[in-house]
């Protein structure tokens, strides 16, 4: 167990390298209950959340999410996080754990008087099921057949007993589920859920291998309140025509770019660690955001971010590892190209 | 946990097996239990002259990388080179087919300073509570 975000978290069950390879090749269950929601109503809700995020809110359609980035006045962020539209004028938030207070302050601090601010995290439980089967396990333990649903598309579930929102969306790469239901249900689902011996816990670890392998940011390792999210998305999840708090920072870094984050791919299973030092052709050109074996790969991978005139794909650059220099290439994302999350 | 009677613990969860003035290193079933799934060890050249508490080899996880240190003075003439193949011996098996190296002992006085069974059982139970704390 270890601390994350005030919650004791399982870093592993059975053990993190077949926790991951139960994910990639059938049923993983992840307890996602630290992460937070926020509810957000009324007739100014819209322009009050495209002003706080940098993704397009107002052609979201009900039933329909968006990831994208909450900035400061400095274009540093405060949080990445899902947005889905649940009603004509009703918004849900999902954000991370360690940031979630800091957030419900900022967004607080930042609305109009026709919005209504709600935190629910305190009774809503979180789990993802991810894995190219899950949505045959689902059914299974569900009962009933599971309606089509698109990628990034959500919809209330009545089933087990309880009503379910189940969102089409993950943090694998893999197809997946993730499903949000009333606390007080959470030891009982999780329980239904793991009674189908296709579906194993997995922890923390293999959530960070998996994740890594995408090539999909960690809030406090590729992106915090120290840069923009330009190095990290390079324009990704930041909407053209700006009019987020933020913007004019991101449109200098957009137009102006001085690093990038890329993606390494090393020989050997020597893994990278975050901060180690990144070298081209012996000077310091930045430092690795997170790095790890890639159980898939069998080889060390790492995010890292460095000048943007040497993060071109193909480029090797030099790794500082525990005092000893490893050479890694630059390639493109994800490390593994063989997820089924959009089917 | 495992704790054979017939060896000699490192406070650093380091193993050691005394055969006439070679001893045998690995680490611990708590240590490797502690590191979950081994994926890759940097071993010692064999040769090379060491101190007892010298970081001679590499332990890395999926989490993260451990140092192993020399539990006591000598000429590293021997490693496990299988284990570069298959980390995961150190798992499966870390009091034998996991075994990291072997030290031609220059000291034997630095035996003394190691614990014995018992008493590295006694120190991981301590070091387990203060986790759970």
Redesign the interface.
């Known amino acids: 167990m270890a601390e994350f975000g005030g919650w004791d978290m399982p870093?592993?069950y059975e053990?993190?390298?077949?926790e991951h390879e139960h994910t990639r090749t059938k049923t993983g269950l992840f307890d996602i209950c630290h992460m937070g929601e926020f509810e957000l109503t009324g007739p100014s809700a819209v322009a009050d959340l495209e002003r706080l995020l940098t993704m397009k809110v107002s052609t979201l359609a009900i039933g329909q999410c968006r990831y994208g980035f909450m900035l400061n006045e400095q274009g540093g962020v405060i949080d990445d996080l899902t947005c889905y539209r649940l009603g004509e004028e009703r918004y849900m938030l999902v954000v991370n754990a360690a940031t979630l207070d800091g957030d419900s302050a900022w967004i607080s601090r930042h609305l109009s008087s026709g919005t209504t601010f709600t935190d629910l995290s305190d009774g809503i439980a979180k789990l993802d099921v991810q894995g190219p089967t899950a949505r045959a396990e689902l059914e299974k333990v569900f009962g009933k057949k599971l309606q089509d649903l698109g990628y990034f598309k959500a919809e209330p579930f009545q089933c087990l007993g309880t009503e379910m929102f189940v969102s089409r969306t993950g943090y694998t790469g893999d197809w997946g589920y993730e499903l949000y239901f009333p606390a007080s249900e959470a030891v009982r689902i999780w329980r239904a859920l793991l009674a189908n011996e296709n579906i194993k816990p997995v922890g923390l670890?293999a959530r960070d291998?998996l994740r890594l392998e995408m090539g999909y940011s960690l809030y406090g390792h590729e992106l915090s309140t120290d840069r923009t999210p330009v190095a990290t998305s390079r324009g990704g999840f930041i909407r053209k025509e700006g009019g987020f708090i933020g913007e004019a920072a991101v449109r200098h870094d957009l137009e102006n770019p001085q690093e990038f984050l890329v993606a390494l791919e090393f020989d050997?299973?020597?893994?990278a660690?975050s901060h180690d030092k990144v070298f081209f052709q012996g000077v310091e050109t930045g430092m690795v955001t997170s790095g790890?074996?890639s159980?898939s790969l069998g080889k060390?991978v790492a995010l890292a971010f460095v000048k943007a005139g040497h993060a071109v794909v193909g480029t090797v650059l030099d790794v500082e590892?525990?005092g000893k220099m490893f050479s890694a290439k630059i390639v493109e994302l994800p490390f593994y190209k063989k997820g089924t999350a959009r089917g | 946990m495992a704790v054979p009677n017939d060896l000699y613990y490192a406070k650093t969860h380091e193993w050691l097996k005394i055969d006439e003035n070679i001893a045998t290193v690995g680490i611990t079933d708590f240590a490797q239990n502690q590191l979950s799934d081994i994926t890759f060890v940097e071993l010692p050249d064999v040769g090379r002259e060491v101190e007892a508490g010298d970081e001679v080899a590499v332990v890395e996880s999926v989490k993260a990388a451990s140092d192993i240190y020399a539990p006591v003075a000598g000429t590293i003439v021997e490693v496990n080179a299988g284990l570069e193949d298959s980390p995961d011996m150190i798992n499966a098996s870390p009091y034998d087919a996991g075994w990291l190296f072997k030290i031609e002992v220059r000291k034997e006085e630095d035996v003394d300073n190691l614990m014995s069974a018992e008493e590295y059982a006694e120190s991981c139970d301590e070091e387990a509570d203060v986790e759970e704390d």
């Open positions: 870093i592993q053990g993190i390298l077949a670890g291998t050997s299973k020597r893994a660690r790890s074996v159980p060390a590892i525990r």
